[in-house]
């Protein structure tokens, strides 16, 4: 069992540069979200899923989009990389019911921005 | 707007010593969800211990406890018997479960065990 999983762990781009963050959990969890942590600011949501199909934005959605492929996998994208993007990027998916809420993460992808 | 405070940037304990962990909330929505996460050195985000607004008793998982008071606005996790590998950075947070929303994080609190 997987869990969480994302590709790539690490990423060096440059300003102005595009790609795409993978996301995918095999728990059958309908929730997914994307949150970025930087040093002092713990994690800030940027988009989220509440169901396959369905997107919204979270704190700091700007500079990014979002795809749910299906209800496995949950993208993130930067168009146009810039260096205040520079951050670690945490995927996670949530569990819910029978008197339980748990949101388990993915390992990270440290993203650098030069 | 729901919202989370970690008054406490570090803490040190001694270890084999008990740790709290400080955190309030703020929210309007009667029905919310609590959760503290460790992250160790190695950056991955551990799920440590759950508390529903409506559970009568505080939220308890091996040496993990909450300190669930209602009525004043706070969550604070209790760390027993502290060991080296509690050192990592502590997050607290919350969900408001009415509006389904997703979680929201305090900054954190890095705990230092020392031997």
């Known amino acids: 069992n997987a869990g969480v999983t994302q590709t790539p762990k690490f990423q060096v781009l440059k300003t102005g540069q595009s790609m795409t963050l993978q996301c995918a959990q095999d728990m059958n969890h309908n929730s997914m979200y994307w949150y970025r942590q930087d040093p002092g600011m713990g994690l800030r949501l940027i988009y989220y899923?509440?169901?396959?199909?369905?997107?919204d934005k979270g704190e700091v959605p700007n500079g990014y989009n979002v795809s749910r492929l299906n209800k496995r996998e949950f993208s993130l994208r930067l168009e146009s990389a810039a260096p205040s993007q520079t951050s670690v990027y945490f995927c996670?998916?949530?569990?819910?019911?029978?008197?339980?809420?748990?949101?388990?993460f993915g390992p990270g992808t440290r993203l650098t921005v030069l | 707007a729901q919202k989370i405070t970690q008054t406490q940037p570090g803490m040190f304990v001694q270890e084999k010593e008990a740790v709290t962990l400080d955190c309030t909330y703020d929210t309007s929505d009667p029905s919310y969800g609590l959760f503290w996460y460790k992250q160790p050195s190695s950056g991955e985000m551990i799920f440590l211990i759950y508390?529903?607004?409506?559970?009568?008793q505080n939220a308890t998982e091996g040496r993990y406890s909450l300190n669930f008071q209602k009525a004043r606005k706070s969550a604070n996790l209790v760390i027993s018997a502290s060991q080296l590998g509690d050192s990592a950075m502590y997050f607290c947070a919350m969900r408001e479960i009415s509006g389904n929303t997703p979680l929201v994080f305090g900054k954190g609190t890095r705990l230092s065990v020392i031997a």
């Open positions: 996670a998916s949530r569990l819910q019911g029978a008197g339980r809420d748990t949101q388990y």
């Open positions: 508390q529903g607004s409506y559970d009568q």
């Open positions: 899923s509440a169901s396959e199909g369905t997107t």
